[in-house]
């Protein structure tokens, strides 16, 4: 290897190569955002398929949105307008199986074909803590300098959730869920979302569906969400999810938020110490809460 050559290895285990470090980073909008919160400015971002034609602010993060031009998402990415942007790397994510997610296989086949593309996998294999490194990994080559106490927030934020969950007992119950229509939502299953997983192993009490299809989410009526009579409900925030305004003539709903405290959840926040610390310190606020509820 010359000694000017930059390589990483993605988690398909593919090699992206380039003559020098990369500068010109296109990413997936929750990589961008991730990429944005170690100090690395990408010069476009995209959209999934469950986006459309302005970026999701939910899982944007502090990017500066009016900066960073959007290239369009899922089936909508013109391949040529995104090569347009003269970019060097692109940064994707998968959730297993090595698909590139967001974009369609042709289109990534072709791209591919053109530009390094480095897959970070945020899906079920992985803890929440192996995919924030794969991140931090990826920043540094980059060019990323962390600093020493960059994760002094996050372990304070998840030790304020082990505190909190300790103080009560039983813990609250803790349903993770998107909004699908008025009458009906994706239940999440918690082994299958590694900041769920994270939850648990902070003490955290997770509600699950019903064993059925769906290996992420159970797509169920809100009575079945009802019945498991959550204490916390972790609500998907993200502009797909159906917005809680729209659920206020629901009955089911209505007796969800008759006993459950709502709490926004973003299933793609960036997977950076500041964007997980969010996640602690949100879910221990709400159990505190829940806890002093009861007094």
């Known amino acids: 290897m010359q000694e000017s050559e930059w390589q990483f290895q993605d988690d398909r285990g593919q090699l992206s190569r380039s003559t020098h470090r990369p500068t010109r980073v296109i990413a997936y909008i929750q990589a961008g955002a991730t990429l944005w919160d170690h100090g690395i400015r990408p010069v476009g971002i995209y959209g999934s398929h469950h986006d459309g034609a302005a970026p999701d602010r939910a899982k944007s993060g502090a990017l500066p949105l009016d900066e960073i031009g959007y290239l369009g998402a899922g089936s909508d990415i013109d391949l040529d307008r995104l090569l347009g942007e003269r970019p060097d790397l692109v940064v994707a994510v998968t959730y297993g199986g090595g698909q590139v997610y967001g974009i369609d296989p042709d289109t990534a086949k072709h791209l591919e074909e053109q530009v390094p593309v480095a897959v970070i996998d945020v899906g079920q294999a992985h803890d929440l803590d192996a995919v924030r490194e794969r991140f931090a990994d990826l920043a540094r080559a980059l060019g990323a300098t962390d600093a020493d106490d960059s994760l002094e927030p996050l372990r304070r934020a998840r030790q304020r959730l082990r505190d909190a969950t300790a103080a009560v007992s039983p813990g609250p119950r803790v349903l993770a869920l998107s909004p699908a229509g008025d009458d009906q939502a994706h239940l999440a ?79 793609e926040a960036p997977c950076s110490p500041a964007g997980h610390a969010r996640l602690f310190d949100l879910a221990a606020e709400a159990v505190t809460a829940a806890g002093s509820a009861r007094d």
């Open 189 to 267: 299953r918690p082994g299958a979302w590694p900041e769920l997983r994270a939850l648990t192993a902070c003490g955290v009490t997770l509600a699950a569906p019903p064993e059925g299809p769906g290996a992420n989410w159970a797509t169920l009526g809100l009575d079945a969400a009802e019945a498991l009579r959550p204490d916390i409900l972790l609500v998907d925030v993200r502009a797909n999810a159906t917005p809680l305004a729209a659920l206020r003539d629901s009955a089911a709903w209505q007796a969800l938020e008759a006993r459950a405290r709502i709490v926004p959840w973003n299933p």
